[in-house]
């Protein structure tokens, strides 16, 4: 069954500690993405990678880090840097452009992360 | 800059009734248009999307989407509302020759019996 899964679904850290969000899919999908959610904001993209061991930040980056040493897993790390990290984090990943000109992301269920 | 508008936040309707949910994009090029429904604590479904080709779009769910150029609009449509369909809906426009998506806002639906 194909899809992107992020874990785990809730989360809690207490201030000061880094924290590293999962993100896997078995689409085959080259692009990889990691968004923030926060109430009355819509989307804001934090990191994309297009490829394998590339990344590049987004519109938020600051305080956020992402490695992409597979294809299928794109992990967010929320350091202490980032001031207020509490939010919902969504995953998406799209086949990449060229390949499909629309390239149209489909994202995992999220995980919420509370700062305590 | 690029950006996308969802001009109403909150939208209540009956159950049965039509339904119309505004976006409205400002884009330089021709955009690729989506429309995304994300249910309480979970993430974003597609329901449709405009790539080119006829204007009218036909997605899941029984929602249809209409691009109009002259008026940067792709309002996305449902003849009759299900108390199922309560959830937030994003637009969003993708960026030519990028990986790149922009979302509204949102807005929220809800469905009274």
């Known amino acids: 069954d194909g899809g992107i899964t992020q874990s785990p679904k809730y989360l809690f850290r207490k201030e000061g500690q880094n924290v590293t969000l999962s993100c896997e899919q078995n689409?085959?999908?080259?692009?990889m993405y990691w968004y923030r959610q926060d109430p009355g904001q819509g989307l804001r993209l934090i990191y994309y990678s297009q490829i394998v061991n590339d990344f590049q930040k987004g519109d938020i980056a600051e305080g956020y880090s992402v490695s992409r040493e597979k294809k299928e897993s794109f992990p967010l790390t929320v350091t202490s840097a980032q001031k207020n990290p509490t939010a919902f984090y969504l995953c998406?990943?799209?086949?990449?452009?060229?390949?499909?000109?629309?390239?149209?992301?489909?994202f995992g269920p999220g995980t919420r992360l509370t700062v305590l | 800059a690029q950006s996308v508008t969802q001009p109403d936040i909150h939208i209540t309707v009956s159950e049965g009734a039509s339904l119309e949910l505004r976006c409205n994009y400002s884009y330089g090029a021709t955009p690729y248009l989506f429309w995304y429904v994300q249910s309480p604590g979970q993430g974003l479904q597609l329901l449709l999307k405009y790539f080119s080709g006829d204007t009218l779009v036909q997605g899941i769910k029984g929602f249809e989407a209409e691009f109009k150029r002259s008026q940067s609009s792709f309002n996305l449509r449902k003849p009759s509302v299900h108390w199922s369909d309560a959830a937030e809906y994003f637009c969003?426009?993708?960026?030519?020759?990028?990986?790149?998506?922009?979302f509204g806002t949102g807005t929220r639906l809800q469905v009274f019996p």
């Open positions: 969003a426009v993708g960026l030519l020759n990028t990986d790149k998506l922009i």
């Open positions: 689409l085959n999908h080259d692009a």
């Open positions: 998406a990943s799209s086949i990449g452009y060229p390949a499909d000109p629309t390239d149209t992301q489909y």
